[in-house]
């Protein structure tokens, strides 16, 4: 069973219009992270969140905003949509910080988001 | 530019034999981790380094940062070894930063 569930796993949204992607990871981890993958692109990574806190941010616009409710949560809210936005936006876990000790990763099997 | 040049881009192989993929860092890197595409999109865990080697089955990982590569060899390659491989490097504080891909097919 999927220890870290991503919500839609496909989405296709109007230019313009607001959409919100979920992520719930059920492996008690403390760290959560955004990954974006745009066709004909490596992963990029856009966020990172220890304890609910928002620790890193590599994502340039501020359309792209975390939401984190719980510890276990860490939503991806995407607003004013544009087709340079479609990709597949991964999230991830790790039990601490990439830039404390270095944990393994743990990703989602990814929400595929197309803009139209 | 790119920080991580993975190769091959593609890699055939026969069930029983073996290779290596190699992902060269632009810079030194604290920390490498490989990961499989499996069918479902899912990013397997394979292997996590921040130094010297690892093995697992019939994968074995390398990573040197000084020399800036790490390699991934597979060996008595399976149907099941097909997919695409990715490498992570550490750079950033939090973040990893992904190779390309290697995608592996394993014919009988």
């Known amino acids: 069973d999927p220890k870290i569930i991503q919500k839609p796993k496909y989405l296709v949204a109007v230019t313009g219009s607001e959409k919100i992607l979920i992520c719930e990871q059920y492996l008690g981890h403390n760290a959560m992270y955004w990954y974006r993958q745009s066709a004909k692109k490596p992963l990029e990574f856009m966020f990172s969140?220890?304890?609910?806190?928002?620790?890193d941010n590599q994502t340039a616009s501020s359309r792209f905003q975390p939401q984190s409710s719980k510890k276990n949560h860490l939503d991806l809210q995407i607003t004013a949509l544009k087709p340079d936005d479609s990709a597949t936006y991964f999230c991830?876990?790790?039990?601490?910080?990439?830039?404390?000790?270095?944990?393994?990763?743990?990703f989602g099997e990814g929400s595929r988001l197309i803009v139209v | 530019g790119d920080q991580v040049e993975q190769s091959p881009s593609a890699l055939s192989l026969h069930e029983g034999t073996g290779s290596a993929l190699r992902c060269n860092f632009t810079t030194t890197m604290r920390a490498v981790q490989w990961f499989r595409k499996n069918s479902r999109g899912s990013l397997i865990n394979l292997f996590y380094?921040?130094?010297g080697t690892k093995e697992n089955g019939r994968l074995k990982s390398a990573f040197d940062s000084k020399e800036r590569y790490s390699t991934l060899h597979i060996r008595d390659a399976q149907l099941e070894d097909s997919g695409t491989y990715f490498c992570?490097?550490?750079?950033?504080?939090?973040?990893?930063?992904f190779g390309l891909g290697t995608r592996v097919s394993v014919f009988p």
């Open positions: 992570a490097a550490a750079l950033y504080a939090q973040g990893l930063t």
């Open positions: 969140y220890s304890y609910q806190k928002l620790m």
């Open positions: 991830a876990s790790s039990q601490d910080g990439q830039g404390l000790s270095g944990n393994t990763l743990y």
């Open positions: 380094l921040a130094s």
